[in-house]
Every structure is written in structure tokens, then in C-alpha cells.
């Protein structure tokens, strides 16, 4: 077919016509092949100009148009519907830029660049070929991303005009910048006021689909029709079941830095933001996987949450440590003393350097407060009783926890004081008495009664205790020595250890001899020596049948005992004890050595005929070992073990008689304080759940502590640096042995910190799995199990409204941030003088005294070519509500440090005026040189100084003031960059994301159906943001009443001779339009779903694909023209 | 009050005389705050400027000449305005229109007829280096070493001299002087309007390093730094320009030389203008101070990027400034206040400076002043 092509050239006033001849440039292109017409005129884009157009397309019967204009960025749309209007297909058109590629940028030979424009275009077109547009739906739903003002708005706006939405925000609540502020300008109202209706709106939104602390991932589309996919962060808590309670954080023993507070306050791992927080459910900031087993916690008796309290003592929470602590064991000052630790043993450091001290710990925590001050808590009474016969561990801790239930419990103590073997059984040394007497004190508190010197058997039976109590629990323990059986145990000299200890223990004046012998290897010999040694004894010898392998004693206290004098002979068993005068004098034993390992699994010591030998002595400690006196239950008919203990089941600490439970060492025989201890709490519940006639629920999992692998500890010693046990002070040992006093002197507070920022699982930031708040929530709303979830929507169009990032001026060293304490930002401020922040909205400086003067430093990273040229809009005024807030709470003089106020919207000036009149604020007009503390005056010591020429006085004026509140910029935030790459969108140079048009279209981006609002776009105000949202809703809804969209007809198609169907252009495409019809071994392109881009084309080895509107003789066309 | 308007053609001359920056300036005065001066007495950083921008400034006013050029205003000037530039244009008019002070012209006047700022006779240039087995630059030498016309004539600093040829020598570098064919940098000249004197300053020591094949110049003066790396280029001068710190830094990490001797005290170190600010060299000086075994390196209260000038820059090393006026006393304060035994330098005229603050406060016996070439050279 004949080409007829017009040419239109535009002047576009003189922005062309002044430097490109345009008169020229029209006369060649009217020479040029196929063109029937050129013309030039003023406007071509004006409607004179269009019906220019129109009318040589109708009248000279134009098959083709070129317009040698703007960027086809602008008109190309205008242009190609005058070609439709006029009847001739709009894809027969092409736009030559001769204004920003020729004449804005050339001033000699533009006329030539022009023409050579011209001729490239008119040389494409002449090749063009007529497309047809083609029309989508649109997908009736609206994405959202962002919660601040600018998202909360747009979201309502739409949701209110009947459509779905779904708001995304990345933080556990919606709110923004916006909730953090106090007041906002110029009105002064409060920021929260106004938000948090519109929050809960949104909360509770019928076609608001809320999905915080959630992240889009991956966004596939186009206009009308965009799948987006949505990764839901897990927050560890069932939404559904949360209440917002608060119960949790009180409990959660890891304490972390506010964010919403801006560090100025703390949290906890579980959280909620802020009180007004939509949604308020809690969320729990888990970050990484704790680095050990907590194998400690799996090997304590009772559970305890040995991690908690480490990382409490570690952030010098010492009375949430001891709270945590009593949570679950009664006696934390004895346990911190004497418990053998079996948490010691396996703590997982000790794989790594040093295991942590962790009984230590806990006697610091205890140590740290006043039992006899501590709160009672309110009980109620459940009208029932249980009587305990024996005030050691096991009676207590079931006294303890009973109490705590409700029940009124009676103790039955035959001793003349309470406390069983803490009282009698362990020096003075190890456990002083009055911690003792106060841990029992505050159990007496709680309701419990004790009755001392009250034997069952003597002064009361057990049967009545059966009859008159709803329950009894016989913690009665194991009291009577085990015997040696050799000649000459019943001399006068002979005393054996328990009884020797219970004498010293309950004050009576107890004599050794000079020359003391111990028998036995156990925890009780040690102390028996320990104590001789602190009674006068010239030497003390331990005999022991076995090997220092064997003794059961604990290391530590074995090793305590040597340096304090006490001689050890292993492999010694006695045979004798021969009298003089009525008295012990000597002892005759014979060496052992070891056999075959016994039943306990232990090498069993058999004697070494004729290696009998004697030891001078004059007296004889036996300790061989305890039993329990039993006589008492005979009358009920208790069935009795063979070992002569009482038989339980183990499960529910039942005896054989309804009602009558037994536990500690009278079932085990003797143990620890904490295995004791873990019977008493067993005791409770088994008790509370029979008089409340529930089944006992079978204890659950048995929990096994967990080693570390060779691999994690080859990756924790590379992440943590090595640090050995800080050591406790002790006395010596001559001090030691002068008398009873405690031998441990306990951490300081500074090594107990230091100690307990050892433990492994602190080393993480964030939640490191105690499950404390799964313990404490009533509806079972914590859930550690919960993963991220991957969320896939389709949605029609998209609005972003991501905000910004407060400038961090601690870069700037000249102002101090960071260096300064009461050098603070803008932000820090709003929280500051904000009603729900850190000072309850006092304006106080770090001492927590007022401020008697603030400087105010504007344009802090603003209008400054080392941080951000632009000028972040808001700064003046923020800093004019500052002054007026310091004005009116603190009377505080305030001086504005400023370049230039700006002060442009409504009501602003009016404001600036009020502040200055009324609030007598001050005005210097410069920019801040620096902030020092270094005073040149006294007027100036201890402030901070201000260094600033006031320009218009011309001098240089050294402020000295309190408090110094930057002014910080507004910047895009950090992942913009990654943010607009997902979104397909462009950024300006400044950071922030690219409108489509600077003046004209303020909302929408480069990609259709992506608009953009508030300061994600650029810095700007409340209400400019909240009119920005309002028009990017407008944009979405205009798009949705137009129901279709139309889809460019520029897009790739398949030579379905020449293609293969090898399958390269389907990876290159970036939308995903292109498939193999395995069939027919070749590609099929999804038209609704092609961009144009380009890339499968350039990539096609046979030239199979093209793309239409960009063939390759239109292209080569066009660059021959221009390079010829 | 007689009524003035812009003087336009007064603008222009400043620009052209290389003050375009002037432009940029929206007189917000933070460098005003910033600079030195305003320690001791007024100067109005901003108002000169203001000044350039309508053509109203009076060159005979001492202010024109009193700007050290230490960059102070330039490191954190929110517009980027490079008013060291502006400075010496200003100068250069001034000098063009006669109104040098009068101590300058004598000094500008030795530099044009001996090549060096003292009048000292151009021959005797490389007698410091008498007795130090140090070479003359032959082709093949590797490394050129500049003393800086300081060390070369002044009594008091040859010892920086003498110290890093020591240290070259300890470490096997092949060096060699230029002694009589040197001429000073050209620096002052510059920065106090003197171009043509530059110039020919510049052109004299390039013509002289090309002649014998110098390619690696290593130098004890960060002025001498920056005009071999700056500003020789632009006139055809390529050369690899090392400050001794920086060589020294270097010959400390490739382990050729290795401080044993303990050198027990405080050191403090002060950032030269010209070293720091100018050609943001901050951190070799303190690598080459940390390997000094016992040393104790503390930090002044203005350090680095906020280091406060020795007073010397700009020319003024050779004009008088009053006494109650000198940056040096106060830098020795601060010295003194972080208890520092020694002040580390590392630029020559830092040294003429502090040394004079040092007598005329009388704090020798408490503070020493010394180049970072002696600290090492004292501790190999």
C-alpha cells in the first residue's frame, strides 16, 4: 500500500522553536520518502494543533503520522488518540523527541539533530503496522502496603466505598510514625487522639483484610490483575486466642530496647507495642534459635527456668530474678547454697569453657532481697486440710505450694524448731540458720502452720491426723544413723554423724577430742569433719573404703574440707575401736582395694589380708549413712519396702491407705534438698488433685538435657569469645575454721552480672525459648510451633505507602548525638514529652531533672549537601511545637537555631507567630557550627554549649543550654531501593519513590495500577499526607468504576515455523507469559501477561519471537536513518 | 552612612579568580561557628563571603588575610562551598591591587629569588643532610625524599629530617635528595594569591623531578603533600606522593620495620590541616604510633575531621599573629588537659608553631613536641 505520511513539527512555544528551525526542519522532512504533507505550528498538543491532525488525516488521506515534539513520556497518549479520533489506527503513529533530546540540551546544530530525529521516525513508520489494543477486568480488590496515616486512610477510604482491601504492614501493629508523635502542628491536637479511631477502623473493618508484621515478597502482574505474594511473619501467638492480656510480659525474663519507644524505654521479648496497639495481640521477637540445649533446665528436679533468671541477674533485674525463681522453688536462698546442682553438671558452657555458676547465681538473686519484706499474695481460701508431718524440704515445698492453692496446712514437726535436715543436717557454715528461719518465716506467712516439737507417734497418731485432715503427706525423712557393726561402737567417744551434727546444729555444746576419726564418704562425713575441725579438733582424718572416684560427696566440698585440714585415707575401711580408761583410743582398719563393681555400680573394696593398721584417736565419727524411723505408721498399717521405706506409687506419691501420701527421703531414702524439694511440689499437686477428685494427670514428658554437638561447639566458640568462671570470694581457710560463719561470700553485684552474661542462651537478642509466657497464658494463646506463612493474593491495583526513616544524625559529630546524653532527636522528643512515653510526658534531661534551657537545631541532615540536599518540609514546624510544648511543661527558655522558617500551610504562620509572641520563644538565625561540652565560662560548666553565629547580629554566640533537640530530616527508608525494584517503580535521586509526573501526577508511578502516598513519595506533613492518601484511594476507585483496562497491543509473538520450542525465552521473561506447547514444540505467548519488554526476542536463537510495534525492520529502519 | 550597591564587576573578578564557589553559599554562618578564629577573637567566615557574593569587600582588611586555611568551615559547610577557594581569590585580587601585608611580600619575595620562604642561600639546601649518609637522587634512586625547605634550613626541624632519613636508612629504602635543584612547593605562594609565583615555583620543581626520572616522592610536609597530588597534575607533574606516615605505615605492615624499643609515654597526636581535612589521612598516623611498643595514644578533644589548626596554614606560618591569638596555645591546652607527655605531629609547620607556644608558655619540661619520624626513629 502507498505511504502517505504527515510530519508535524511543534515549536512548543519558543522551548523548540528558539534554538531548532523548525521552519526548516519541516521543509526537509516534506522531501523525505513517502511524506505527503510537513507542517510546523505553536502547539501541536493544543486542540488547534490536534485538529491540524485530524484534518489532513481525513482531507489528504494519511495512512501514517509523525509528531517531532516532547517525550512521547507526555503525548504520545494525545497523539496517537487524535490518530483513532481521526479513523486511522493509532499504532501508525511515532513520536520524534526534538525538545529533551535536542533542543533543551543542544544549542549549535539542534536544527540538524532535528532533522535527523525526523528522518529516524519517519523511516520507522513507514513500516509500522495497525494493533489492536486489547481489554482486561480488573480485579475488584485493593493492595495496601504500609499502616502509617497515608496507608490507614487510603485502606478506609476504599474499604468504605464497598471494596476489599488488604493492608500490609511489616511491624507487629498498624500506626506508623504517626502514633509515636505527641502533638502535631499547628493545632495541637494529640497525635494518638486522631489516629487510633481510624486504627480501629481498621482493626475492625469488614473489607479490611489486616495483615501485620507481614512483608510482601514478590509481586507478578499487571494493572487490573497483580498476584501478590505475602510472607506473614510467625509472631509465635495464635491471634485468634490472644486477648491482649499483658499477662505474658510480666512473666518474659528477656529485656530488650522498645523500638516504638525509641530505646527509650525497655520491653519485653513478648510484646505488644504500645497500648492502643491494632491489633492488640502480643508477638513474640524471636530471632534466632538460642545457641545452647538449656540443658540445665531438663536436669533440675523442678524445671526451674534457669535461663530466665540468668539473663534477669544479667540486666540487673534482680528482683524479677528472684520472683522468677520462687515461681517454682520455695527456698531459693537455701537451694542458692546448698543444692548440689545437677544444672551445674550439664550446663551446656561447661562444653564450651566453664559451666556457669548457677547455684551462685541464685543465692545472688535471693541475697538480694528481704524475704521477710516480700509481698503475700492474695489467696483463696479453698476450706479445706491438709496436715504434713516433717518441716524439711519435702514438707515445706508441699506446704508451700498447698498454701498457695488455698488449702490450710498444718506442719508436724517433732524437732523444736522447723527446717528437718537444713536444720539439723547442714552446718551453720553452709547454710546460716537465719536464712533458713526467713525462707520458713515467709511459708509460715502464707498460712501455714507449724508445730514444733510434735511428734506423730508421741503427741499425736497418725490415725487421728487421718481422720481429722483431708489429706496427710509424711515428709518424715531419714534421721536414724545406719550402724558400723564393729566392736566397740557403743564406747562413750563414738558419736555418730548425724546425731553429732543435730547437736551442733541446735546449739548444743558438743566436745570432739583431739584426734578425730570420720567413717564414711558421703556429704555428711564432710560435714561431720568440717565441723570437728571448727570445734577444736587438732587433726581430722576421713577413712573411706573406696576411692576418691567413689566418694559421693561433692567435689567442692571435699576439696573445702582438705584445705581446711581434714586428712583423707581412701581405702581404709575400720575393723575396731579399742578403749582405754572407758574411753575410745584408737581405731584398728585395713586397707581395701577394689574389685568388681557392686550392685550401685561401683567397684566393690575388698580387704587386703595383713594390711591391718591402727590410728591414735579418742573419738569416732561414723557416718555411714541414713535410715528412716518408721514406727509411727505402723498403727494406720502403711505398707513398708523391704529397705524400710515407705511404698508409694510413684506417679502420685499414693500410699496404701486412701488419702495418705508420702515423698522426700522417707520413700527414697536419703537425697537432695532439691530431689526433696521435687517431691514436696509432686506432693501438692498430686494432693490438690485428689481433694478436688480429678485423676492425677501423669507427669509429663520426662525431660533429658541435651549435649552439644562437636559442630555447635566448634560454631559457638566462633561466634562467643571464651570466658572463664568468675570466681566467688571465700573465706580462708584458718579464717574458716575460727567458727560457723558462711564460708561463700556470695557474688558482688558486678560479678554476679558479669557471671551471668556468660550463659549461652543470653548471648542471642530476642526470645530464646524459656516458654515462661506459655506457662502464664491462661487461653493458651502462645504457640513456639508457628512458622512464616507465605500468603498468595490477587488484587487489582496497588498503593504504597511505606513512610520514611528518621535521618540518624549521630553521623554529624559535631552536634554530639550519641555522645551527649541530652543531645536528642526530634523523634526522642515526640516520646519524651508524650503523656504514654518513658516520662509520663515529662520533659526531663537523663538525670531526670527539668531543663532550665533548650537549643533546637534545625536543617539536622536537611538542606545539606554531606546528608540530603532536599528540605524535609516538616523541621520548622515540629521544632515552632517543640518550643511551645518546652514553653508551656518544663518554662524552659527555648532558642530556634534555624536557616530560614518555613512556614507555608494552614495556620502554620500564625503559629510561628504565636510562638514567638506569646511563648517568648528566641530566634537565632544560623546553622549550629557545633555542640561541646567544653565551657569557656563557669555561667557554662556542666551545659552543653551551642556554637552558632546569630547572622544577623554578625557574631559568633556560645548558647549554653541543657537539653539539644535536633531537628532531623526526613529520608527514604533503607530498603527503598529494594521496595521499588518489587514494585517495579522508579526512584528519584533524592531516594524517595518517583511520581509520574512531578506536578501533575503526584500519585501514580511508571507502572499502571502502582500509585504511591505520603512520605514514601517524598517528606511532607500529616495533612498533605492524608489528602495524598485520599487521592491515591480516588485513583483506585476510578480505576475499579471503570470495571476494564486496556492492555498495549506492543507485545511478543511466535514465528511458529521457525521456533523450536527450546525453551530460552520463557527464562528470560520476567512476567512469565511465556510456555511450551510440549505438543507441538513450540512457544505460546500469554497476551495478557507479555509487557513488551523486549528480552525474549533479543534472547530467541532462530529470531522466532518478535515483538510487535518493534520489529527489526522498524528498529534497523531507524537506525540506518541515523547513522547514515 | 553612605549608601553602597552591589559591585558587580567586584563579583566577577572573584569568580574569575577562581571564587565560583561563592555562589553556592546560602549564608546559614556554620562556618563562621566552625572556624578557629572565633577562639580568639571575631571573624566573620560568612560576612567575607556575603562580601564576594556583591562585590563589597575591602581587600586592605586584615580578615582577607587572615584565613588559615585549615578547612574547618569546608568539612562540614552544608552547601559543599570549597571557601578555602574563595579565600584565595580573594588574595589574589588583593595581591593584584598591592594590598599584601607587608611581612608576606618579603617572604614572596625570597621564594622568587632563592626558592625558598627563609632567604636562605639556595646552595646550602642540602646541608642538613651532611653526616646522615644520605645520597643525591641519581636515575634509578627509587624514591625521591622532599624534606620541605622547614627541616632543610630550620635548626629546630631539620631533626625531622635527619630522623626519617634514619629510618630509611635502617630500612633498606633506596632514597636520594634533590638538595639545590628543590624549591619550595609553592604552597604559601598559592594559598596566599601569589599564582604566577606558584607557578613558576611548581614549574621549576617539576621540570627538576622530571630531569632526573623522579616517579615516588616520599615527603615530611603534608603542604608539600597535597600540592605534589593536588595541584602538580593539572600542570603536568604525575608523581606517587607519600607522606612519611604513610610510608612509614607501610614499611611498619610489610613488616620492614619493626618498633622494639619501649617508648613508655602519653602521646597525643594532632591531625595536621593539610594531612587530615584536606587529604582525609587520618588513620596511618595512629597505625604508625600503635606499633610503637608502651606508647599510650590518646586522643585530643578536637581530633581527625575536627582537628584544631596549629594556626599555620595559608600563609600565615609567616606573618606574626599576636600573642593571646596563637590556635597553637590553645592546642597545647588541650595537650595538657588529656595529660599527654608528648604532642605528636606530623607537618613542619605544626612543629615551628608548637615549639614556639611551647617556650613562650613555658611548659617545656612538662610537654614535648615531636615529629612521628622521631617517635619511630627513637623507638628501632
Known amino acids: 500500500m502507498e505511504r502517505r505520511i504527515g510530519v508535524y513539527i511543534c515549536h512548543c512555544g519558543a522551548n523548540i522553536a528558539a534554538t531548532v528551525k523548525v521552519k526548516e526542519v519541516a521543509e526537509f522532512a516534506a522531501s523525505l520518502r513517502g511524506v505527503v504533507v510537513a507542517r510546523d505550528y505553536m502547539f501541536m498538543c493544543s486542540d488547534p494543533g490536534q485538529e491540524l491532525i485530524k484534518n489532513d488525516i481525513k482531507e489528504l488521506m494519511l495512512n501514517r503520522v509523525v509528531v517531532a515534539s516532547c517525550s512521547p513520556l507526555l503525548h504520545e497518549r494525545t497523539f496517537r488518540r487524535v490518530c483513532r479520533d481521526a479513523g486511522l489506527n493509532p499504532y501508525l503513529f511515532e513520536m520524534a523527541n526534538i525538545r529533551e533530546q535536542c533542543s533543551w540540551v543542544h544549542e549549535d546544530g539542534a536544527t540538524e539533530k532535528a532533522k535527523e530525529l525526523v528522518r529516524a521516525a519517519v523511516m520507522r513508520v513507514y513500516y509500522h503496522q495497525p494493533l489492536e489494543s486489547m481489554e482486561v477486568p480488573i480485579n475488584p480488590n485493593t493492595l495496601v502496603v504500609g499502616g502509617g496515616i497515608a496507608g490507614i486512610q487510603a485502606a478506609l477510604d476504599i474499604a468504605n466505598a464497598g471494596y476489599k482491601v488488604y493492608l500490609v504492614e511489616r511491624e507487629p501493629s498498624i500506626g506508623g510514625h504517626m502514633i509515636q508523635l505527641d502533638k502535631t502542628f499547628p493545632t495541637l491536637d494529640c497525635s494518638a487522639c486522631i489516629l487510633t479511631p481510624k486504627m480501629s477502623d481498621v482493626g475492625s473493618h469488614p473489607n479490611i483484610e489486616l495483615l501485620t508484621y507481614s512483608e510482601v515478597e514478590k509481586v507478578a502482574g499487571y494493572i487490573g490483575n497483580f498476584k501478590v505474594k505475602i510472607k506473614k511473619k510467625a509472631r509465635y501467638v495464635d491471634e485468634e486466642k490472644c486477648t491482649g492480656c499483658g499477662l505474658c510480659f510480666q512473666e518474659c525474663p528477656v ?44 536436669a533440675c528436679p523442678i524445671y526451674t527456668n534457669v535461663q530466665g533468671y540468668l539473663a534477669l541477674i544479667a540486666a540487673g533485674e534482680f528482683r524479677q530474678a528472684y520472683e522468677l525463681i520462687r515461681k517454682t522453688n520455695p527456698l531459693p536462698a537455701i537451694c542458692g547454697r546448698v543444692c548440689y546442682h545437677p544444672c551445674e553438671e550439664v550446663c551446656n558452657r561447661g562444653q564450651i569453657d566453664d559451666a556457669l555458676a548457677i547455684t551462685a547465681l541464685k543465692r545472688f538473686a535471693a541475697d538480694q532481697i528481704d524475704v521477710d519484706k516480700l509481698e503475700i499474695p492474695q489467696i483463696t481460701k479453698v476450706g479445706k486440710r ?29 524437732l523444736p524448731e522447723p527446717g528437718g535436715m537444713l536444720h539439723v543436717g547442714i552446718p551453720e557454715y553452709r547454710l546460716p540458720k537465719d536464712i533458713l528461719r526467713k525462707e520458713i518465716g515467709y511459708i509460715e506467712k502464707l498460712g501455714v502452720e507449724i508445730k514444733t516439737s510434735t511428734k506423730v507417734g508421741e503427741q499425736v497418731i497418725l490415725e487421728d491426723l487421718r481422720k481429722s485432715y483431708d489429706a496427710v503427706f509424711i515428709a518424715t525423712g531419714a534421721h536414724e544413723s545406719l550402724k558400723l557393726g564393729i566392736p566397740g561402737e557403743d564406747t562413750p567417744g563414738v558419736i555418730h554423724g548425724v546425731n553429732f551434727l543435730r547437736d551442733v546444729n541446735m546449739g548444743q555444746r558438743v566436745k ?146 486412701d488419702g495418705v501420701f508420702a515423698g522426700g527421703d522417707v520413700v527414697t531414702g536419703p537425697q537432695t534438698v532439691i530431689a526433696a524439694i521435687a517431691a514436696g511440689k509432686k506432693a501438692a499437686r498430686s494432693i490438690d488433685n485428689y481433694l478436688k477428685g480429678e485423676c492425677f494427670v501423669a507427669e509429663g514428658e520426662k525431660y533429658v538435657p541435651q ?23 571465700e573465706l580462708g581457710p584458718k579464717e574458716r575454721t575460727k567458727g560457723f560463719t558462711e564460708v561463700e561470700q556470695g557474688y558482688t553485684t558486678e560479678q554476679a552480672r558479669r557471671e551471668a552474661r556468660r550463659c549461652l542462651a543470653s548471648q542471642i537478642e530476642g526470645c530464646f525459648n524459656c516458654h515462661e509466657c506459655e506457662r502464664r497464658c491462661d487461653p493458651n494463646a502462645i504457640d513456639f510451633e508457628q512458622k512464616d506463612r507465605l500468603l498468595e493474593i490477587e488484587v487489582g491495583s496497588i498503593i504504597l505507602a511505606t513512610g520514611y526513616d528518621a535521618f540518624d544524625p549521630s553521623v554529624i559529630s559535631q552536634y554530639g548525638y550519641k555522645k551527649y546524653d541530652n543531645v536528642i532527636t526530634g523523634l526522642e522528643f515526640e516520646r519524651l514529652s508524650n503523656a504514654a512515653g518513658p516520662t509520663a510526658g515529662q520533659i526531663l534531661l537523663k538525670n531526670g531533672q527539668p531543663p532550665q534551657s533548650v537549643a533546637i537545631i534545625h536543617c539536622v541532615g536537611s538542606r545539606d549537601k554531606n546528608y540530603h540536599e532536599y528540605c524535609s518540609r516538616v523541621c520548622c514546624m515540629y521544632a515552632l511545637k517543640f518550643a511551645h510544648l518546652i514553653r508551656e511543661k ?85 530498603d527503598a531501593d529494594k521496595v521499588a525494584k518489587l514494585f517495579a517503580i522508579g526512584r528519584r535521586a533524592d531516594g524517595f519513590f518517583m511520581e509520574r509526573h512531578v506536578k501533575l501526577e503526584p500519585i ?46 506492543i507485545i511478543a509473538s511466535v514465528d511458529e515455523e521457525v521456533c523450536s520450542g527450546c525453551g530460552l525465552c520463557a527464562k528470560v521473561c520476567p512476567f512469565g507469559a511465556l510456555t511450551l506447547d510440549g505438543k507441538e514444540r513450540l512457544m505460546l505467548v500469554n497476551r495478557a501477561l507479555c509487557k513488551g519488554c523486549g528480552a525474549c526476542a533479543g534472547i530467541c536463537p532462530s529470531s522466532a519471537i518478535s515483538l510487535s510495534h518493534f520489529t527489526p525492520r522498524q528498529i534497523l529502519e531507524q537506525v540506518e536513518a541515523l547513522t547514515y | 552612612m553612605a549608601v553602597i550597591n552591589p559591585l558587580t564587576e567586584a563579583t566577577e573578578a572573584i569568580i574569575e579568580a577562581g571564587g565560583e564557589a561563592l555562589k553556592s553559599c546560602y549564608q546559614c554562618g556554620l562556618c563562621t561557628g566552625a572556624c578557629p578564629w572565633n577562639l580568639v577573637r571575631s571573624f566573620l567566615t560568612r560576612r567575607l563571603i556575603h562580601g564576594a557574593q556583591l562585590g563589597l569587600v575591602e581587600l586592605e582588611s586584615e580578615d582577607v588575610w587572615l584565613c588559615a586555611t585549615c578547612g574547618a568551615c569546608v568539612e562540614w559547610c552544608p552547601r559543599g562551598v570549597e571557601i578555602v577557594d574563595i579565600m584565595r581569590a580573594l588574595r589574589r585580587i588583593g595581591a593584584q591591587w598591592a594590598a599584601t601585608p607587608k611581612s608576606l611580600k618579603t617572604v614572596m619575595a625570597s621564594l622568587g629569588a632563592v626558592g625558598n620562604p627563609m632567604g636562605e642561600v639556595r646552595e646550602k639546601r642540602a646541608n642538613w643532610a651532611k653526616g646522615a649518609k644520605v645520597k643525591a637522587f641519581a636515575p634509578g634512586t627509587e624514591y625521591l625524599y622532599f624534606s620541605c625547605c622547614v627541616p632543610a634550613y630550620d635548626p ?24 639545590s635543584e628543590e624549591n619550595c612547593c609553592g604552597e604559601s605562594a598559592r594559598k596566599v594569591g601569589e599564582e604566577a609565583l606558584f607557578q613558576s615555583l611548581a614549574q621549576a620543581n617539576i621540570e627538576a623531578f622530571k630531569k632526573h626520572g623522579v616517579s615516588k616522592i616520599i615527603v615530611s610536609s603534608p603542604h608539600c603533600y597535597h600540592t605534589f597530588k593536588n595541584e602538580y597534575p593539572a600542570l603536568g607533574g604525575n608523581f606517587t606522593v607519600l607522606h612519611t606516615t604513610q610510608f612509614l605505615a607501610g614499611l611498619i605492615e610489610n613488616k620492614r620495620l619493626k618498633p622494639k624499643k619501649p617508648l613508655p609515654k602519653k602521646v597525643a597526636y594532632h591531625d595536621p590541616c593539610y594531612l587530615g581535612r584536606h587529604n582525609k589521612i587520618y588513620d596511618e598516623p595512629r597505625r604508625v604510633l600503635a606499633a610503637i611498643p608502651g606508647l599510650e595514644l590518646v586522643e585530643l578533644p578536637d581530633c581527625r575531621e575536627d582537628s584544631l589548626c596549629c594556626g599555620g596554614g595559608g600563609g600565615r606560618i609567616w606573618m606574626e599573629t599576636k600573642k593571646g591569638e596563637r590556635f597553637s596555645d590553645l592546642r597545647l591546652e588541650q595537650a595538657l588537659g588529656v595529660g599527654a607527655e608528648v604532642l605528636a605531629i606530623a607537618c613542619p609547620y605544626c612543629l615551628l608553631n608548637f615549639q614556639d607556644s611551647l617556650l613562650t608558655m613555658g611548659k617545656e619540661s612538662v610537654l614535648e613536641v615531636k615529629d612521628i619520624s622521631e617517635l619511630v626513629n627513637e623507638a628501632i
Open chain 1, 707 to 729: 549435649k552439644l554437638s562437636k559442630r555447635e561447639i566448634a560454631t559457638i566458640k566462633e561466634r562467643f569469645p571464651s570466658q572463664s568462671r568468675v570466681k566467688m570470694t
Open chain 1, 1004 to 1049: 501514580a508511578t511508571f507502572t499502571d495500577g502502582v500509585f504511591i502516598a505520603g512520605c514514601c513519595e517524598s517528606p511532607k506533613d500529616i495533612p498533605d499526607t492524608v489528602a495524598q492518601a485520599k487521592g491515591a484511594a480516588a485513583e483506585v476507585l476510578s480505576l475499579l468504576a471503570r470495571r476494564k483496562v486496556e492492555i498495549e497491543p
Open chain 1, 890 to 974: 518544663a518554662k524552659a527558655e527555648v532558642y530556634q537555631m534555624y536557616i530560614d522558617m518555613r512556614c507555608f500551610g494552614e495556620g502554620y504562620e500564625e503559629f510561628y507567630e504565636r510562638v514567638s509572641t506569646q511563648d517568648g520563644v528566641k530566634f537565632i538565625r544560623g546553622k549550629v557550627s557545633r555542640v561541646t561540652d567544653q565551657a569557656l565560662s563557669d555561667e557554662g560548666k556542666g551545659k552543653l554549649i551551642v556554637i552558632v553565629e546569630d547572622t544577623l547580629l554578625g557574631s559568633v554566640i556560645r548558647v549554653p543550654v541543657d537539653m539539644v533537640i535536633l531537628s532531623i530530616a526526613l529520608q527514604a527508608r533503607a
Open chain 2, 156 to 179: 629546630q626541624a631539620k631533626r625531622i629530617a635527619l630522623a626519617t632519613a634514619s629510618i630509611l636508612n635502617k630500612a633498606g629504602v633506596d632514597f636520594g635528595i634533590l638538595g
Open chain 1, 255 to 298: 529485656i530488650m530496647k522498645s523500638e516504638f519507644e525509641l530505646g527509650l524505654a525497655e520491653r519485653k521479648a513478648i510484646h505488644i507495642p504500645f497500648p492502643q496497639a491494632v491489633p492488640n495481640k502480643a508477638v513474640i521477637d524471636k530471632r534466632e534459635e538460642r545457641p545452647c540445649k538449656a540443658a540445665c533446665r531438663d
Open chain 1, 512 to 657: 570432739v577430742g583431739k584426734w578425730v576419726a570420720v567413717i564414711g564418704g558421703g556429704n555428711t562425713a564432710i560435714d561431720a569433719s568440717r565441723v570437728a575441725m571448727r570445734l577444736g579438733a587438732s587433726s581430722v582424718t576421713i577413712l573411706y573404703r573406696r576411692s576418691r572416684q567413689e566418694m559421693p560427696a561433692t567435689p567442692a566440698e571435699v576439696e573445702a574440707a582438705e584445705a581446711e585440714g581434714v586428712q583423707i585415707i581412701f581405702l581404709a575401711a575400720p575393723i575396731r575401736i579399742s578403749t582405754e580408761n572407758g574411753k575410745v583410743s584408737q581405731i584398728e582398719c585395713i586397707r581395701m582395694e577394689l574389685g568388681k563393681p557392686d550392685a550401685s555400680g561401683r567397684r566393690r573394696p575388698i580387704p587386703i589380708e595383713g594390711s591391718e593398721f591402727t590410728i591414735a584417736v579418742d573419738t569416732v565419727i561414723p557416718a555411714l549413712g541414713q535410715v528412716s524411723d518408721l514406727e509411727f505408721v505402723k498403727g494406720l498399717g502403711l505398707e513398708v519396702s523391704a529397705e524400710g521405706t515407705i511404698a508409694i506409687d510413684e506417679s502420685t506419691l499414693f500410699t496404701n491407705i
Open chain 1, 386 to 414: 491438709v496436715a504434713i508431718i516433717g518441716s524439711g524440704p519435702a514438707g515445706l515445698a508441699a506446704a508451700n505450694d498447698l498454701a498457695l492453692l488455698g488449702y490450710n496446712v498444718t506442719i508436724f514437726e517433732a
